[in-house]
C-alpha cells in the first residue's frame, strides 16, 4: 500500500505564495497521473491540480493561472506552488492519484488570512 505525506501548508497573507510537497512510498509512483486535491470546511473534498506520469497539467477554473503542479519521478514526489492565493483557497491539501486510488494522507493546512 503507497502512503502519501503532504507538507508545506502554513498561514499566509492574501497574495502570498505557498509550496506544497507529497511524498509517495513505493516504487509504482511513477506510472500514476498524480492530483491536488482539497477540503475546506463544510465542503466536499475537490480535485484542483493533475499531472500526468509525462508531464501534462490540467487545473479547476478556480485555481488556473494561480497554481502549478510539477513531480519528481526519481524522488516519488510531487508539488503544488501555490501563488497569489486568496482566502477562499483556505482548506486542508491532500495530494492522491485523480482517481484516488490509494488510502488519503494527513494532508497539510493552508490557511489564508490577513
Known amino acids: 500500500q503507497v502512503q502519501l505525506v503532504e507538507s508545506g501548508g502554513g498561514l499566509v497573507q492574501p497574495g502570498g505564495s505557498l509550496r506544497l510537497s507529497c511524498a509517495a512510498s513505493g516504487s509504482i509512483f511513477s506510472i500514476y497521473t498524480m492530483g491536488w486535491y482539497r477540503q475546506a470546511p463544510g465542503k466536499q473534498r475537490e480535485l484542483v491540480a493533475g499531472?500526468?506520469?509525462?508531464?501534462?497539467?490540467n487545473y479547476a477554473d478556480s485555481v488556473k493561472g494561480r497554481f502549478t503542479i510539477s513531480r519528481d519521478n526519481a524522488k516519488n514526489t510531487v508539488y503544488l506552488q501555490m501563488n497569489s492565493l486568496k482566502p477562499e483557497d483556505t482548506a486542508v491539501y491532500y495530494c492522491?492519484?485523480?482517481?484516488?486510488?490509494w488510502g488519503w494522507g494527513q494532508g497539510t493546512q493552508v490557511t489564508v488570512s490577513s
Open positions: 492522491n492519484t485523480v482517481l484516488a486510488t
Open positions: 499531472i500526468s506520469s509525462v508531464g501534462s497539467t
